[in-house]
Nanobody, 127 residues
Framework: QVLLVESGGGLVQAGGSLRVSCVAS????????MAWLRQAPGKDREVVAS????????YYTDSVKGRFTISRDNTKNTVYLQMDNLQPEDTAVYYC????????????????????WGQGTQVTVAS
């Protein structure tokens, strides 16, 4: 059974930082591209950041470039999202996602490219 379990969300003041983590089990972690997606109330789910199998290549949506950093530790089956200078518009449920990747350098930036999802963790940024 594939499980992706997120942790680390919470409430933070604007300008603050949070780090969310996701531990994967039931899959060969290093064979998957990973991503963090978010969904705010009334909005579509979007890919915030993604990373290739080895961790050497990343993608960020424009609104978080320079503020968020995605990383992974294949020895711990874990992917992280460090979020700095958080703003109220970052408020959303953040989901960890895994996408099977036969090509080790590929970075996926579309929601439909991810087949496995976690349950989500709430991030709320107060102004």
């Amino acid at each position: 059974q594939v499980l992706l379990v997120e942790s680390g969300g919470g409430l933070v003041q604007a300008g603050g930082s949070l780090r969310v983590s996701c531990v994967a089990s039931g899959l060969t972690f290093s064979s998957y591209a990973m991503a963090w997606l978010r969904q705010a109330p009334g909005k579509d789910r979007e890919v915030v950041a993604s990373i290739n199998r080895s961790g050497g290549m990343t993608y960020y949506t424009d609104s978080v470039k320079g503020r968020f950093t995605i990383s992974r530790d294949n020895t711990k089956n874990t992917v992280y999202l460090q979020m700095d200078n958080l703003q109220p518009e970052d408020t959303a449920v953040y989901y960890c996602a895994a996408g099977a990747a036969s090509n080790p350098v590929v970075v996926y930036n579309a929601v439909w490219q991810y087949q496995r999802w976690g349950q989500g963790t709430q991030v709320t940024v107060a102004s």
